[in-house]
């Protein structure tokens, strides 16, 4: 498989890496970018939606040598994979994150079934120049979740010439990152999934979490938000345009953190792109579909919630 060249030029860390220019850094040491790079596609390409399998080439995963003319090699998610090895090799807080985690949640190019976009490079250069621009550099995960959902979402700051407000009532009209961008609104599908993708595109492993139906109700609506790979373990927080103000600390200061939110079961799932553990992230605008692998995250918020 032909890697694609770089195509971005990323920020450089601060602090000296102990592995060469062409490895990246997991929690059990420096590996080549090449052999990053075939683990990571091997991985994506196995756990390929039935939708994406059709696409399997248009998206970069060729089980044939084609002509590497005009950018026919070319896909989304190779490319999304290639700019995801560049944010390991380049951001501190990015690096010594296990393999598993960064294959399934910041290598992969999609979330659910939303839309698949070019998105990917042009978050990359948005967001590193936010970072880039800041008063006070990130150092770890939390500042940097921080600076960029304090910045992604105006145009005089997120370097996309667009602002991008909450709209209710939008999934599934407008819920992949493109769209979000091209309108300049979403539901909280829409400004999750964007969230998700930009905090990918700097090495931040983060994924969408939800309910399909509060109270367990589902006249009661649904709602999403993401979640953030941090230390070990999962936080959540809401894209701002959905809910300001909050932390990735604090789970009671999210509006819908609550004991009366958490009432009559209401369950709880993050959706992953590994199909092999069996459970469905359960989509309120697609209920019928099981394509989308999903962790049951129910006893985490009724635990975190239940208290608030």
């Known amino acids: 498989m032909k890697l694609l060249s770089s195509i971005l030029v990323l ?27 075939a683990s990571a596609y091997d991985f994506l390409y196995e756990n390929l939606p039935s939708y994406d399998v059709t696409n399997a080439a248009s998206l970069g995963f060729h089980s044939s040598s084609i002509p590497d003319t005009d950018g026919l090699e070319d896909g989304i998610a190779t490319l999304a994979l290639n700019v995801s090895l560049e944010a390991l090799q380049s951001y501190e807080w990015a690096k010594g994150v296990e393999q598993e985690i960064f294959n399934e ?4 190019y999609a979330n659910v079934n939303e839309a698949r976009t070019n998105i990917r490079p042009l978050l990359s250069s948005a967001m ?10 990130p150092t770890d995960v939390s500042s940097v979740v921080s600076l960029i959902n304090s910045n992604m ?4 700051t997120n370097n996309l010439s667009q602002t991008v407000v909450f709209k209710s009532s939008q999934t599934p009209l407008i819920y992949d990152p493109m769209s979000t961008l091209v309108y300049g609104f979403a539901s909280c599908t829409g400004v999750s999934i964007l969230f998700v993708d930009a905090l990918r595109s700097v090495g931040v492993p983060a994924r969408i979490a939800g309910t399909p139906a509060w109270n367990d109700v589902y006249e009661n609506g649904n709602h999403n938000w993401i979640e953030v790979y941090d230390g070990g373990e999962w936080n959540f927080i809401e894209a701002a345009p959905a809910g300001g103000g909050e932390s990735l600390s604090n789970p009671c200061d999210k509006w819908f953190c609550s004991p009366a939110k958490m009432a009559n079961g209401t369950k709880f799932y993050a959706a992953r792109w590994d199909k092999s553990q069996g459970t469905v992230y359960p989509m309120a605008w697609d209920l019928d579909n099981a394509e989308v692998p ?4 129910t006893e985490y918020y009724q635990s975190a919630c239940g208290q608030c």
């Open 294 to 297: 999903g962790d049951d995250r």
């Open 128 to 137: 590193s120049a936010i970072i880039d621009a800041a008063d006070e550099a």
């Open 153 to 156: 979402w105006k145009s005089e």
């Open 11 to 37: 920020a450089i860390a601060t602090t000296a890496s102990s592995c060469s220019d062409d490895e990246v850094e997991f929690d059990s040491g420096c590996m080549s970018f090449d052999d990053a790079y």
């Open 105 to 108: 949640y910041v290598a992969a």
